[in-house]
């Protein structure tokens, strides 16, 4: 197809510590307007590709030792945080990381700290419409809020910069089957009248793979199996270990 790539990971290796090599040879590429998922279970290193994509390893002590990252052509695996926010990819972090004693508009707000006014009461309201709870909880204390309302401001935070791609780490952890459904279906409305791109780390491979075109498993930091969402569903190990079917 004619589509264009954003981001392009060529044969990363990531360690920490200067010993630990929790990420080993991994490529990988998304093409504007796709949702692509990263599979695998526990500890595979799904994470820490996000991490490396983002700009955010170094706070764990964490580092590229090999191999490059692109986004919408430019090499970014020496590039620091801000920067890549610039360019228009903005993480939603595992575990949501709010600010508990902030209200949902409070928190919104913080997340888009570098736009002028008129433009953050803009995305605000996009925010609001996209989740027209958050809208009645607006004054509410996000440490208040359940698990679903949380990882809707998150991912609120996250489109008040405005981003091009979004990167999703775990966005079903701990959440309720309604709630998944509710938030996975507010990310394919995004790509539909966004067209946003999404990078999609995910446990839940079943959910994960039901809504992503394409997507890449990982075991022990290497990507093991690669391919369209439909060819993984017809995959027997697929099937078998990451879907629980026979
Ligand atoms: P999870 O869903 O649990 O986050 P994951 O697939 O995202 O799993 P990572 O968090 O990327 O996996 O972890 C990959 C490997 O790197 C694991 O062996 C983990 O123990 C190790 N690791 C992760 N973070 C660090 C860190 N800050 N320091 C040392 N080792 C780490």
Do not use: C
């Amino acid at each position: 197809t004619g589509q264009s790539t954003v981001l392009a990971i060529h044969n990363i290796q990531i360690v920490y510590g200067g010993a630990i090599e929790a990420v080993r040879d991994v490529s990988l590429e998304v093409k504007a307007g796709q949702i692509v998922a990263l599979l695998g279970s526990n500890g595979a290193g799904k994470s820490t590709v996000l991490k490396a994509i983002s700009a955010v390893l170094d706070a764990e002590d964490g580092e590229i030792e090999k191999g490059s990252i692109q986004l919408f052509g430019e090499n970014i695996e020496r590039a620091a945080a801000p920067h890549i926010v610039r360019r228009g990819l903005v993480q939603v972090p595992e575990g949501r990381r709010l600010f508990a004693t902030l209200t949902v508009e409070e928190n919104l707000l913080v997340g888009a700290h570098l736009q002028n006014r008129a433009v953050l009461e803009e995305e605000r309201d996009k925010v609001f419409r996209l989740f027209p709870r958050l809208a009645e909880k607006r004054s509410v204390v996000a440490g208040y809020l359940s698990g679903g309302e949380q990882q809707m401001v998150a991912i609120g935070r996250a489109l008040m910069s405005r981003p091009k791609v979004l990167a999703l780490d775990e966005p079903s952890l701990g959440l309720a089957p309604l709630i998944v459904s509710e938030i996975f279906s507010t990310i394919q409305t995004l790509r539909h009248t966004q067209g946003l791109t999404i990078l999609l780390v995910e446990q839940n491979a079943s959910r994960a793979l039901a809504i992503a075109d394409y997507a890449y498993i990982m075991e022990n930091g290497r990507v093991v199996l690669d391919g369209t969402s439909e060819a993984l569903r017809r995959n027997a190990d697929v099937r078998e270990f990451y879907l629980g079917l026979s």
